[in-house]
């Protein structure tokens, strides 16, 4: 069964933290479409669930993103946790190619 995660774009001017605050796990999107990274935002408990399940660098992750019509596959790139707390700080995704 393949991994799914749905993410929505990050509010433009938003900080870190208070994203962090309310639930929310910073992310980026690199490497689809040859374009520049998407900064985009993922519920703090998805991404719990999905780090219990994927492997960075490993796991294929359907990602969706319904405010821009994109899905496509794509790996967990790296995933920083915070030093003392040990929870996720901030995820990256690549995109893969398709085919």
């Known amino acids: 069964m393949p991994l799914t995660v749905e993410t929505k774009k990050r509010p433009e001017g938003s900080k870190p933290n208070a994203l962090r605050r309310s639930g929310l796990i910073p992310a980026n999107l690199y490497g689809h479409n040859g374009r520049e990274s998407i900064s985009l935002v993922v519920d703090a408990k998805v991404v719990e669930r999905l780090l219990k399940a994927a492997a960075v660098k490993k796991t294929e992750i359907e990602l969706n993103i319904p405010e ?22 901030h995820i990256s995704f690549l995109a893969t190619a398709k085919g």
């Open 68 to 89: 821009l019509q994109w899905t496509g596959k794509t790996v967990l790139q790296e995933v920083q946790v915070h030093p003392a707390k040990g929870t996720p700080y």
